[in-house]
C-alpha cells in the first residue's frame, strides 16, 4: 500500500530581484517539496524521506528485499550511500 507521487514535468525558475525576495522563492520551494515528500520520524529519532517508492510485489515477514539509500548529515552533506553507484567498498 504506497502513495503515488507525481512530479511536474516542467520545473519553474522563479527570478529574485534580491536577498528577500530570494529567501522567499527558496521557503517555498522547500515547502512544496516537504509537502510532496514529507520526512518521516521514528520513535527512536531517525528521520528518512522516501524519494522513490518500489513497485513490486509487497514485502513479507522472511522476504529478503533490495534497498537503494542514501545517508546525509543533518545539513545536507553527503555520507554514505548504496545502491546509487557511489559505494566506498567492493563487496
Do not use: H, W
Request: aromatic share 6%; hydrophobic share 35%; net charge negative.
Amino acid at each position: 500500500t504506497g502513495a503515488a507521487l507525481t512530479l511536474p514535468t516542467q520545473q519553474v525558475l522563479a527570478k529574485c530581484a534580491d536577498i528577500e525576495s530570494c529567501r522567499e522563492v527558496g521557503e517555498a520551494k522547500v515547502a512544496a517539496d516537504m509537502a510532496a515528500n514529507p520526512i518521516i520520524k521514528l520513535s527512536d529519532g531517525v528521520r528518512y524521506k522516501r524519494v522513490k517508492e518500489g513497485a513490486g510485489a509487497s514485502v513479507s515477514s522472511g522476504d529478503v528485499v533490495d534497498v537503494a539509500y542514501s545517508i546525509s548529515t543533518a545539513g545536507g552533506s553527503y555520507m554514505y550511500s548504496r545502491g546509487f553507484g557511489f559505494e566506498k567498498d567492493s563487496d
